[in-house]
């Protein structure tokens, strides 16, 4: 079955630094999302793709974030100068159809920012 | 905006028995998606279940039912014949189903975390 592929799964990088989490949709879909999950708290959306373009995005969602779309698999999201708030859970999720609104998730890369 | 509340941080249930999780939100839109998602320890999140809320009939999957109050804005989750692979975090989302401009987000709840006992 097809899925949603994010790499690395853990990644531990020092304040200040950039970080790129990957993630690679299922082929067929159009409309990608980040979402991310500090530890015990709830699930944020970041930012939603379309068309090589962003559609949506929150206020967390600032200048020190990036998304591209850099060929016809990949998906990434960049953190320019990360922040110790920054640690948490990142997934990438993406959908076909709006139609079906249902979002398929990755597993997840867990950022920790020291 | 939109909110949801799932008021239980922590559920237990005995393998082969049910449980129900609830989930309450809060929109001004009468059109919308309703979803629950289950969070394993691989933390992945993996779809159980979702309803549109322009239908009356409440979702069904398998063993994973829901109890859709549109009025009441309720939408809670019943796991029947619960297994240990039930054990996990179960996040009730919300969607619009507005298409127009940017409404494609998922809104999440806190989660409840279920535990299986056998």
């Known amino acids: 079955e097809p899925e949603v592929t994010q790499t690395p799964s853990h990644q531990v990088t020092q304040m200040g630094q950039e970080v790129i989490l990957r993630c690679v949709p299922i082929s067929n879909h159009l409309y990608f999302y980040w979402y991310r999950q500090i530890l015990g708290q709830k699930v944020e959306f970041l930012v939603s793709f379309y068309n090589n373009e962003i559609s949506e995005k929150s206020e967390i969602f600032d200048d020190q974030f990036s998304v591209e779309r850099p060929d016809g698999s990949n998906f990434t999201l960049k953190i320019r100068s990360t922040k110790l708030e920054d640690s948490a859970m990142y997934f990438c999720a993406s959908t076909d159809s709006l139609a079906k609104n249902i979002q398929y998730f990755g597993a997840g890369t867990r950022l920790s920012v020291l | ?118």
């Open chain 2, 1 to 118: 905006a939109q909110t949801v509340t799932q008021s239980q941080p922590e559920m237990s249930v005995q393998e082969a028995e049910t449980v129900t999780l609830s989930c309450t939100y809060d929109t001004s839109e009468s059109d919308y998606y309703l979803f629950w998602y289950k969070q394993p320890p691989s933390r992945q999140m993996i779809l159980v279940i979702r309803q549109e809320a322009y239908k009356q009939q409440n979702a069904t999957e398998n063993r994973f039912s829901v109890n859709f109050q549109k009025a009441a804005k309720s939408f809670s989750l019943k796991i029947s014949d619960s297994q240990l692979g039930d054990a996990a975090m179960y996040f009730c989302a919300y969607r619009s189903a507005l298409d127009a401009g940017n409404n494609r987000k998922l809104i999440w709840g806190l989660g409840t975390s279920l535990a299986v006992n056998p």
